[in-house]
């Protein structure tokens, strides 16, 4: 493009030129400083463009790729079909070195996402890795509140800065926005719901993998409760939820589930989160019938 811009000027110079040597002239000694100035400025302008698609772009693309674990992570956008079954998987209490590692590797392994509520006392240098992964793969993070009981003590003041500073730490790490929490044991208080301001996600499928620590049990509960639009709870600190999930995935695939993060699910069916609402489950909205359709 900038030989073509350049060859242009050339060929409009000897125009000028030509003109200049004929007995009439076909522009003014104004005119022609006028059509230079002009020229000079669009050739300036093409080399600056030149400059920024050959130099700036690719280099920017190039930084995005490598803090991003390449390019086609951070280009690429998942596309679910609504009219399919979904399933929203979610772990509670991590970041594990071990155990949140082993699966991230089984999620990979079958193209799944999921939604990680962590507790952010677990964030350090060794774990802040397993969140970049997170983020690379399409997963999902939110807040885990570990001592919802205890924080019912803070004043309204102390505990919308103590709920801040966990997001806050969150979004260090992870270099994701956290914008849903759920707390321990589905214990949901209204003081921290008007701290957070964010939709709480509880669960319909609870795998009691932290009760019996089994995972031909946790495996079985998840079978047989999974269904479309609900959210399962498991937790990434047992390695029997990591042989539990390593085999449950591609059952639920092969029953053709979607497995999402929560913010997916809600997407994909057209729920907005309200910051006031607790989530079991996400449903679509049914359409409203109007009397006169009804006794169509």
Known sequence: MKKILTIAVVLLGAGLA???CSSKKIYTEEEITQIHDITSVVEQRQTAFYNVVTNSIPGRLEQLAQENGGIAAFTSTRKLDASKPMLALTFNGGPDTEITEKLLDVLQ???AHATFFIDPDKLD?????LLKRMRRMG????LYITDPGELADYSAADLKKTLKERVSKIEQYSGMTCSIARPYGGYVQDMIREALKMPLILWSVDTEDAVYDDAATTRSIAQEYAS???IMIMHDQYMSTVNAV???LPDLVKDGYQLVTVSEMADAKDVVLGTDEDYYTIEAEEEETSETEEWE
Request: glycine content about 20%; proline content about 5%.
């Open 18 to 20: 030509l003109a200049g």
């Open 109 to 111: 392994e079958n193209q």
């Open 125 to 129: 240098e060794s774990t802040a890795p």
């Open 246 to 248: 390593r085999n449950l």
């Open 139 to 142: 997963c999902e993070v939110g």
């Open 228 to 230: 479309d639009g609900g």
